[in-house]
């Protein structure tokens, strides 16, 4: 795998609480996004990233926020974690030399109780 | 709007045939289009890519795509299937954003 890593890798947490998803790469590069996976949704964009503190909302960006201070590390957060929320999160990293591909990260399961 | 679409949501094949995962899409401007293995409980694993140039593109584990542009159609394809290639497969087009617009997926199923 592509140098991408997210944490936690699984979080269990109540309805109401803030949440916040990690992703940091290693490999320098420039756009990073969030995607969360749904049956029969495939996978849908939530925020995206060009470079530091450049970031934009995707198709399902109600109840999500996102930072990006370095480089290296993209945050998504819940800011009150409902039922609806609970999926799987992949973290994506892309270059900006030409059309190349995205790498991703292993995923977050998070369950809203 | 970019947009991707796998018309099948399973393919069952039989080790040791070809098998086929059918993507169209729908862009404006030049496609960039992608094919992403996922096995479960795994993070999305690229498998090839068409640019621009030959048609018939290769990439990882014997897989090959057809890129059709006539038919806007980008279509996975393996001579012999093995049944470590079950999984769930998807298609991605890459827009004029620089974002990842994926298709629901085909669930892949080699039976023995």
């Known amino acids: 795998d592509a140098g991408i890593t997210q944490s936690p890798r699984h979080k269990v947490t109540e309805t109401g609480t803030p949440v916040t998803l990690r992703c940091h790469q290693t490999?320098?590069?420039?756009?990073m996004y969030w995607y969360r996976q749904d049956p029969g949704h495939g996978l849908r964009l939530i925020h995206y990233s060009y470079g530091v503190k450049d970031t934009d909302k995707g198709e399902v960006s109600d109840g999500y926020s996102v930072s990006r201070s370095k480089t290296e590390d993209f945050l998504l957060t819940l800011e009150s974690a409902t039922s609806s929320q609970t999926s799987v999160y992949f973290c994506?990293?892309?270059?900006?030399?030409?059309?190349?591909?995205?790498?991703f990260g292993q995923g977050t399961r998070l369950t809203v109780v | 709007a970019q947009s991707v679409a796998q018309p099948e949501d399973q393919v069952n094949v039989a080790e040791g045939n070809p098998l086929t995962v059918k993507c169209t899409y729908s862009v404006s401007g030049n496609p960039y289009l992608f094919w992403y293995v996922q096995y479960p409980n795994r993070g999305l694993q690229f498998l090839l890519k068409?640019?621009?140039?030959?048609?018939l593109v290769k990439g990882s584990y014997g897989f090959e795509a057809e890129f059709n542009k006539s038919q806007t159609s980008f279509h996975l394809k393996k001579p012999s299937a093995l049944v470590s290639d079950s999984a769930l497969y998807f298609c991605a087009v890459r827009d004029n954003r620089q974002n990842f617009v994926f298709g629901p997926g085909t669930r892949l199923s080699v039976l023995p």
């Open positions: 994506a990293i892309s270059g900006d030399r030409g059309p190349t591909e995205a790498f």
């Open positions: 490999e320098n590069h420039r756009y």
């Open positions: 068409y640019i621009t140039g030959d048609n």
